[in-house]
């Protein structure tokens, strides 16, 4: 009811009456709604009415011998005559939503999908060079111009929009497959080894292997051979292809020492607030005010938004979480855990088309290390083309 009054017209009414059931009566045979009817001693009621119906309260008041008094009127209209003398106070909260509206119609916040080669970084630069960029207007963006000088600039992409919602712009760019590789049969090459192995299977698609089954190579060996002679002893020159697997072999060595430094929280914290508007930033407290010895910093940024409009204003929280560096010794079944690990991720980064097919380890431990050598064997197509050599 208060809302309501609030949003129409209302009055809270005070009434002097000896009994206030006859008054009651009265109201209800006119179809007076009152509310919030409440006793304030020595024979004194208030309730809250609407306003238009003042006047009729007033003339069965009359009727019934009581005396009304009107306590306060509510409503819009009567909020706003208070600020007749002081109309720059009505003005500052709707300056600031027109502000906040305008500053809307810009983008704040840029988000790039839909591509798999290229990187989000590299597009935004691109972006930023044909005028798409955090805080530029977004109401007379041309989608077909910033798609044609974004195709220039970045040759992988074959299409590109943006979809401007409120000051969010999303970026959806599609870009080129590349077409599969065409070997140029009248080419002159040869297959060799591009590392050392033994020949488990060999697969010739053109040209003459010279290695069979069992054979070890070196790097550098030659494979497949492009130089064929006929039966009538002519010399003639292919391209050759096919693939080699060999068992081949990897050998490394990592080390880690038995005592290493680790980060200990200790609980003392120092957090800095700020605001920022557009470009604008505010923070609040002093850049010196942090005294923790060592500490990480942790920042968080929020933006403020109105359902799918996002608003151009951003909380701004910095952390400071305070730590002490403490010396830990490391188990030795740890530390031989953690070589493996990095072993393993070293093999699959140096030959990621390999198959792993055992990895033996050796662990050598002394006061002050640990070190771990790894001899793993895979299984992987060694065959490099080459150009034939006259």
């Not at 060996?221 to 060999?246: F, K, N, P, S, Y």
Request: hydrophobic share 40%; proline share 3%.
């Amino acid at each position: 009811m208060r809302t309501e009054l609030w949003l129409t017209e209302g009055a809270e009414v005070s009434v002097l009456c000896s009994d206030p059931a006859e008054l009651i009566n009265a109201l209800c045979r006119e179809n007076i709604r009152v509310s919030e009817l409440r006793d304030q001693g020595e024979q004194h009621y208030s309730f809250s009415v609407g306003a238009g119906e003042l006047d009729a309260i007033r003339r069965l008041a009359g009727k019934c011998g009581v005396e009304v008094t009107v306590l306060r009127r509510r409503g819009s209209r009567h909020f706003l005559r208070r600020f007749r003398k002081r109309v720059f106070l009505l003005l500052i909260p709707l300056l600031l939503l027109l502000s906040f509206l305008w500053l809307s119609t810009f983008l704040w916040e840029i988000r790039v999908v839909g591509n798999e080669t290229l990187n989000s970084s590299e597009i935004l630069s691109a972006l930023e060079t044909v005028g798409v960029y955090p805080g530029v207007s977004g109401l007379h963006l041309d989608n077909p111009q910033i798609r044609s000088r974004m195709q220039s600039l970045l040759p992988e992409l074959i299409w590109c929009t943006v979809q401007v919602r409120g000051s969010r712009a999303l970026v959806v760019v599609r870009e080129r497959r590349k077409p599969p590789e065409i070997v140029d049969e009248s080419l002159v090459r040869e297959v060799a080894a591009a590392k050392a192995g033994t020949v488990e299977s060999l697969q010739v698609l053109q040209g003459k292997a010279v290695v069979r089954r069992g054979d070890t190579v070196l790097p550098g060996d030659l494979l497949i051979t492009g130089t064929l002679t006929d039966r009538q002893a002519e010399l003639r020159l292919v391209h050759a292809q096919g693939r080699v697997i060999a068992r081949t072999w990897y050998e490394k060595a990592m080390e880690v020492p038995l005592t290493v430094s680790e980060k200990v929280v200790t609980g003392s914290e120092n957090s800095r607030w700020g605001i920022k508007i557009g470009d604008l930033s505010l923070k609040m407290g002093r850049e010196g005010s942090i005294s923790l010895d060592f500490y990480d910093k942790i920042n968080n940024v929020q933006q403020l938004s109105l359902r799918e409009l996002g608003l151009p204003l951003f909380v701004l929280r910095q952390e400071a979480r305070e730590y002490t560096l403490r010396e830990r010794s490391i188990a030795t079944s740890e530390a031989e855990e953690v070589l493996r690990e990095r072993l393993l991720y070293w093999l699959r980064t140096s030959a990621p088309k390999a198959e792993l097919l055992q990895a033996d380890f050796r662990t050598e431990v002394t006061d002050r290390s640990v070190r771990v050598t790894m001899l793993a064997v895979c299984r992987e197509d060694i065959g490099a083309e080459r150009p034939v050599t006259p």
